[in-house]
């Protein structure tokens, strides 16, 4: 009998119907012979109320009693999908983070699992029960205060929670089929990707696939735990996510196909460009500019510096950011400009981000060639260009990257019914 | 410097305006030099929204579920005041009944409080900050489970606390400005009561007067700790319910003028009066009776056995229940009908009781008479009779209730403006 861990998010447990039909669920694995713990999220658009509530109330209200206001949500949902799944018979207990043992540091609103004490869910299963685990929260450590993981923690929950109890898998429900090879509102074609590695789901996430939440993989991929991205409104096989060992296992076995060399493309266009124009070009300048962002609590992600004109001696240095820290990131350069010496700062949110990510590119020279060539015979121009072992990324007019993203899904044959690509012989 | 404990109902916390207001008049407390602790109960209608949820996933969820489902709402009420409070620039910090130390048995959705170990509330007013405790919830010594102590046990959680922190007064706040010597809406001369003692209360509050929960009232009793019933929204005094004691003392210094002789009328339309027509007139039938209807939980108030008939060696057995046990009181009585030997059951949900409460009874006799004078003056006809020490109850026609409120409120002259009572030289 083999341990399964089910985490159902807000849109699988909207209203009472929907619990009902989780629960359902949740029963037939139970009668099928596994032992089952759940992990919910609270239902539908509970945060965002809270949230409007306690804007209602403060304009800057304390983060501890921010995570004591929202972890409310999971209470209510749990309860009820504890009640649905007793009224079919089985037997069903809720438990809150803190009583689950989902023990967190005492970062409110942003809580990392420094450790997971299950003892009173190894007791419920024990006696044959079902735990319904509360999602996205948890006890700190040394206050004994209620802390939240921050958005998407319920997955992180769930996989913390799996490796704990060492089930056999994590299942991830969620309101689509897996994780596709691109956003199928943009690529009509995209297709359901049936395996990928836990680096190549990481670099989707970083890069704008919300499918999972990132530190959910990080921790996944610790504690070599397969995770199930499956939709909870069928029961069709989803996404696995696992290591490179166990994809070679399953291929080995039969079991999957193959592992493609590309996963998929994603576009972010939630970012922004800086540039600081006129920067003296001499050792410590860019130190300078990123320290001064660092202290801001800027995350800075691409980075490129122009050749200096020889006859000024001077340079541009351009980043991108999350487009809600770029005036932030603004005022602390601002605030740095006599020291750092440079000319002045442009801004521009009007980028988008677009990337392609696959294992296979660190074992077939040519995606760079194919990635490039596809680019510029659909006309759009490169702004930006940074790269990873497994990811290649670009910065574009945001109005074109829809056009990017479609361009790049066809050239790397990801089109559902497509045929695979042809890689050229030079090295990327 | 003392402590007070002050406790707001749901009708004060109802939106985030009322629950600014209330973090107000906290703040208004703390900054006049006492210690504060708060117990507040969840915003509103929530409870009744969160019932509402439960019934749509489950016909007849388990107690534990139940119970966690519930105290979603206090954990919302009290974060949001938490963070009121905190907008005003005062150090406020929100703890479930579990970490206030609150501990109950396991009775889920009835759980009574068998200790209190408020550790955590010590050492928030020991650094100066504003507890803000969940009412209405507990956590169960044995199972560690979340348990709610019924409705109205927000009330009884302030007070509990109070006792526990050796409080000064425990300030309960409702939308009333205290207790009244009948319901303002049914007496439009009722006027409010400016002391009244733990005993007149619990009377009151068995009856139907619903400013107090019963328990809240024995629990101060037994503790011999100050009530002060008030409204949050004035700064009126309100009712202190007090020991004969203390209330004797607080005359003495002057600050109270007088114990009025009678405290109150209230009227209770929420009972229903079964009898058990033709019951063999022999020893043990009554027993039987009410063995019968004690197996099936039922909580019988008034009890009248009428003369038997001769003729025939039977009698009738009448008594009230809330009207909600009714039916399954009639179940329960139906199945022992070989047994017990009685003739047919009648139902009558078209009561009321009517009581007249007063410490002074006791030593002012004529009571009964003016009681039963002023009734038969305003062609009341009473069906049932029930006294204690400082309490004559008698169940009338439910449309002649407030008629009958209204003539012995005048007739004990409590009508505001109105004179003091005679009364007959005749003992009651």
Do not use: W
């Not at 009820?80 to 799944?85: D, E, G, K, N, Y």
């Not at 004490?117 to 044959?128: C, D, F, V, Y």
């Not at 596709?180 to 990928?196: C, G, L, N, T």
């Not at 981000?353 to 077939?364: E, F, N």
């Amino acid at each position: 009998m083999s341990l399964i861990v089910q985490k159902f998010g807000g849109s699988s447990v909207a209203d009472a119907e929907s619990i009902k039909r989780v629960a359902r669920r949740i029963v037939e694995t139970k009668q099928a012979g596994h032992d089952v713990v759940v992990v919910v999220s609270a239902m539908g658009d509970t945060t965002d109320e809270l949230l409007d509530l306690a804007e209602q109330v403060s304009p800057n209200p304390p983060g501890r009693e921010l995570d004591m206001l929202l972890t409310s949500g999971e209470r209510i949902s749990m309860a009820l999908l504890a009640m649905a799944i007793a009224d079919l018979g089985a037997d069903a207990r809720s438990y809150t983070g803190s009583q689950a043992g989902l023990i967190t540091d005492s970062a409110h609103g942003a809580a990392r699992i420094i450790d997971v004490t299950p003892g009173r869910i190894q007791e419920a299963l024990a006696e044959g029960a079902i735990p319904i685990v509360a999602g996205f929260q948890g006890v700190a450590q040394d206050t004994k205060d209620i802390t939240t993981l921050g958005r998407g923690g319920s997955d992180t929950t769930a996989v913390a929670l799996a490796a704990a109890l060492d089930a056999s898998v994590c299942e991830i429900y969620t309101d689509v089929d897996g994780v596709f090879s691109a956003d199928p509102r943009v690529v009509a074609k995209a297709r359901q990707v049936p395996v990928i590695t836990y680096e190549e789901m990481l670099e989707l996430a970083a890069v704008g696939a919300k499918v999972l939440h990132l530190r959910c993989v990080e921790y996944a991929r610790r504690f070599d735990l397969p995770i199930h991205v499956r939709s909870s409104f069928s029961h069709r096989e989803g996404t696995l996510v696992l290591s490179p060992a166990a994809i070679a296992a399953k291929i080995a076995e039969g079991s999957v196909m193959e592992h493609p060399i590309i996963s998929g493309v994603a576009a972010d266009v939630n970012d922004a460009k800086v540039t600081v124009v006129g920067v003296p070009d001499k050792p410590g300048e860019a130190a300078a500019i990123f320290k001064a962002l660092a202290g801001a609590g800027i995350n800075v992600d691409m980075i490129v510096q122009n050749v200096s004109a020889a006859s000024t001696g001077r340079t541009d240095v351009t980043f991108t950011c999350p487009q809600g820290s770029a005036k932030a990131a603004m005022s602390a350069l601002e605030a740095e400009r006599a020291t750092i010496g440079f000319e002045s700062l442009l801004l521009d949110d009007q980028i988008a981000k677009v990337s392609l990510v696959g294992a296979g590119m660190r074992s077939h020279p040519g995606v760079s060639a194919t990635f490039f060539t596809a680019l510029a015979d659909a006309g759009i121009n490169v702004e930006m260009i940074s790269t990873s072992e497994i990811r290649i990324s670009v910065v574009t007019r945001v109005d074109e990257a829809k056009r990017a993203v479609q361009a790049l899904h066809t050239a790397f044959g990801l089109d559902a019914d497509g045929e695979a690509v042809v890689y050229a012989g030079s090295g990327r």
